[in-house]
Antibody, heavy 120, light 111 residues
Framework: EVQLVESGGGLVQPGGSLRLSCAASGFTVSNHYMNWVRQAPGKGLEWVSVSYSGGKTSYADPVKGRFTISRDNSKNTLYLQMNSLRVEDTAVYYC??????????????WGQGTTVTVSS | QSVLTQPPSVSGAPGQRVTISCTGSSSNIGATYEVHWYQQLPGTAPKLLIYGNNNRPSGVPDRFSGSKSGTSASLAITGLQAEDEADYYCQSYDSSLSAYVFGAGTKVTVL
């Protein structure tokens, strides 16, 4: 079964750090563009970052310079290192797979999400 | 403010047809980047409903269809059912932002 399982969310103070993990099964992450998407409470979906072949990455402006996406192909796992967290980063964070090994092909597999709360 | 504009809500009676618009610009939908649609039921992760403007993943009923013209795209739901009550999001890529972009979402209510 093709599946993504996120972990690592929690409560953190403003300025703190968290690392999210997304374990993939049933497929190989190295064969897909892999993304993080977040959803603040009661709000819509917001794309955060993408990791693609050759170690290349891209970020949404609100997280640029603070978040780092990476993958460990040997563990078939995607990560999101979040530093200098702000209250407005509070959200459910989903990892999601692009349909193919190219950008913007449709996010066809999603994890269940992990909740990040930034509060003092 | 979202780069892609969707109506906040649409509604229809069971069996009716509803459409959701997604309006972009020359740097996203108008630049021929593909549009995708997602359905999000309350408390669940989004689900891919339409990819590549008008393609349905296996398992998605043919009541759902997508189209694209110029700088806009649309999702149509025919034969509306109670289980279709959900939030729907369009998504594409924006070359000016070098980013994936989502619409703000449309809540579909079945009367």
């Amino acid at each position: 079964e093709v599946q993504l399982v996120e972990s690592g969310g929690g409560l953190v103070q403003p300025g703190g750090s968290l690392r999210l993990s997304c374990a993939a099964s049933g497929f190989t992450v190295s064969n897909h563009y892999m993304n993080w998407v977040r959803q603040a409470p009661g709000k819509g979906l917001e794309w955060v970052s993408v990791s693609y072949s050759g170690g290349k990455t891209s970020y949404a402006d609100p997280v640029k310079g603070r978040f780092t996406i990476s993958r460990d192909n040997s563990k078939n796992t995607l990560y999101l290192q979040m530093n200098s967290l702000r209250v407005e980063d509070t959200a459910v964070y989903y990892c999601a797979r692009d349909f193919s090994n190219w950008y913007n092909t449709g996010l066809d597999v999603w994890g269940q999400g992990t909740t990040v709360t930034v509060s003092s | 403010q979202s780069v892609l504009t969707q109506p906040p809500s649409v509604s229809g009676a069971p069996g009716q047809r509803v459409t959701i618009s997604c309006t972009g610009s020359s740097s996203n939908i108008g630049a021929t980047y593909e549009v995708h649609w997602y359905q999000q039921l309350p408390g669940t992760a989004p689900k891919l409903l339409i990819y590549g403007n008008n393609n349905r993943p296996s398992g998605v009923p043919d009541r759902f269809s997508g189209s694209k013209s110029g700088t806009s795209a649309s999702l149509a739901i025919t034969g509306l059912q109670a289980e279709d009550e959900a939030d729907y999001y369009c998504q594409s890529y924006d070359s000016s932002l070098s980013a994936y972009v989502f619409g703000a979402g449309t809540k579909v209510t079945v009367l």
